[in-house]
């Protein structure tokens, strides 16, 4: 948290992600907006009881207030980047936040005896570098269950380690064991070292254990510093006094014993990636893309009218219904404040979404839906699109109630005509325009009608029997197209 709000301070103004396929939409002008929002989940009595786990119902909950309502996945994402939460792997939308983890140590056994050990201590320890290294590497986390507060062990390709933080003793504690020990610990070192270098001027050391023969049964060995070691080799002293046991110890084995050298392709120095390290970043990412699949395409458009008594709870059914499988529902769009809004929301339609039309007598004469209906009919993918509900008032199979709608609109228009010649000529822009607004919405009633009939539409009685349940159906597989 303390990173968010420096990082917030530093910025003073704005926050912009350019990287980030959700976020890079946004640029959130009020950085307190954001905070506060977040200290919300991390403050929150429910989610504190929980040692920090929480759930997307939870951050309903939290985030019910109108302005956070509608971003509640772009601020998930937000704390994510600021790696202050995880989703827990394999179990969808459950997410932890490690700082506020259990500061109880997990139960587990540790025997193997051949460990690979490393240690950081810190002139000044800043809080927060476990819990940062936790969400980085969270995929590898043991049964997704060992962790705490300040220490975790990870498990890959029965390989094992433990990072543990000691913040009274300002140190990070690493053993590693099994049969790619030094591979993991490359990862475990590097991605410490990204931790630290986002630090400025953080001062520390890092301590390679003694490999004398009296160290080796020490729980305590004497231990060297690395960056000490290092300028050994190039000055060419390849030994080293232990302190412990004053044998002459050999500086290179020292180093290889702790520090992974990946196999060098010709003439490449020291490539620094890893395969491991490769595949630690992959399942990081994919963690992250997983979601935003989810939140991000799942989106629905509704078009209805207020007008009638029927439609508003019929859409209230369908948001519930919907939200329950985790679709998000857009509507009241031209509650907003109408044509331009719509023409701009036309165009992040085009991304390929679904429309469902609530239509009944009064939305086929509304001038604001049958407008929307017209721009909607615009995309080539119209038929694809759009999942029509016929109220029992608007019974348009029929030719005689297709006939009323048509005879309704060429009356609106007749209107308008008449008005026109009773206004100066230079006055007429805004009504011809409607005039021919009006024509094209006379039209699509009859292009509807032809469609409708295509169309395997049922009662809203059969949709909400079902708990809309083909509706669903039909539209998350549009949606997973
Ligand atoms: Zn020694």
Redesign the pocket.
């Not at 254990?209 to 080796?216: A, F, G, L, R």
């Not at 232990?242 to 046991?245: A, K, L, R, V, Y």
């Given at each position: 948290m303390l990173r968010l709000s420096s990082y917030l301070h530093d910025l003073g103004v704005c926050l912009h992600f350019q990287d980030d396929s959700t976020l890079k939409h946004y640029v959130i002008l009020k950085p307190e907006w954001a905070t506060t929002a977040v200290y919300k989940v991390l403050d929150n009595q429910t989610v504190k009881e929980k040692l920090g786990c929480f759930t997307k119902d939870d951050l309903k909950n939290i985030w019910q207030d109108g302005e956070y309502a509608d971003m509640r996945d772009e601020l998930l994402q937000l704390m994510m980047q600021f790696k202050l939460c995880y989703e827990i792997r394999d179990r969808r939308d459950n997410y932890i936040a490690p700082q506020l983890l259990s500061t109880e140590k997990a139960k587990y056994t540790w025997d193997d005896p051949h460990n690979l050990i490393l240690r950081y201590t810190y002139t000044f320890m800043p809080k927060g570098i476990l819990t940062r290294f936790i969400v980085e590497t969270h995929p590898w986390i043991e049964q997704q269950k060992l962790v705490w507060k300040s220490g975790v062990v990870l498990n890959k390709d029965q390989t094992r380690a433990e990072i543990i933080e000691n913040y009274n003793q300002r140190e990070i504690k690493i053993r590693v064991a099994g049969n790619r020990t030094k591979e993991l610990m490359a990862v475990i070192t590097h991605e410490l070292e990204k931790i630290h270098n986002s630090y400025e001027r953080l001062q520390y050391q890092t301590l390679v254990?003694?490999?004398?023969?009296?160290?080796?049964n020490?729980p305590i060995?004497?231990s060297y510093s690395l960056e000490k070691l290092n300028k050994r080799l190039s000055d060419r002293r390849y030994q080293i006094e232990?302190?412990?046991?004053y044998?002459m110890?050999d500086v290179r084995r020292l180093i290889d014993n702790v520090m992974f050298q990946p196999a060098k392709a010709d003439g490449e120095i020291n490539p620094k990636v890893t395969p491991l390290q490769s595949e630690l970043e992959q399942q990081r990412e994919e963690s992250l893309k997983h979601r935003l699949k989810d939140s991000n395409q799942k989106e629905v458009f509704i078009s209805y009218t207020w007008r009638d008594q029927q439609s508003k709870p019929l859409v209230e059914k369908i948001e519930q219904a919907f939200q329950a499988k985790g679709i998000k529902i857009i509507r009241d769009i031209n509650a907003i404040g109408y044509k331009e809004k719509f023409k701009e929301f036309m165009q992040r339609l085009s991304r390929g979404i679904c429309v469902i039309l609530v239509i009944s007598d009064q939305y086929l004469k509304s001038e604001n839906c049958m407008y929307e209906l017209v721009e909607i009919a615009k995309d080539k993918d119209f038929y694809k699109r759009i999942f029509p509900i016929i109220l029992a008032d608007a019974d348009i199979f029929k030719s005689i109630e297709r006939v009323k709608y048509i005879k309704y609109w060429e009356e609106e228009i007749e209107e308008l005509n008449k008005a026109m010649k009773e206004v100066m000529a230079d006055n007429l822009q805004g009504i011809r325009e409607d005039i021919d607004q009006y024509r094209e919405i006379r039209n699509m009633i009859a292009k509807l009608t032809d469609l409708l009939r295509d169309m395997n539409t049922l009662t809203p009685d059969i949709h909400s029997e079902s708990q809309f349940e083909s509706l669903l159906n039909a539209i998350a597989v549009r949606l997973d197209e």
């Open positions: 254990p003694c490999n004398c023969e009296t160290c080796k020490l060995p004497y232990c302190e412990n046991s044998e110890v």
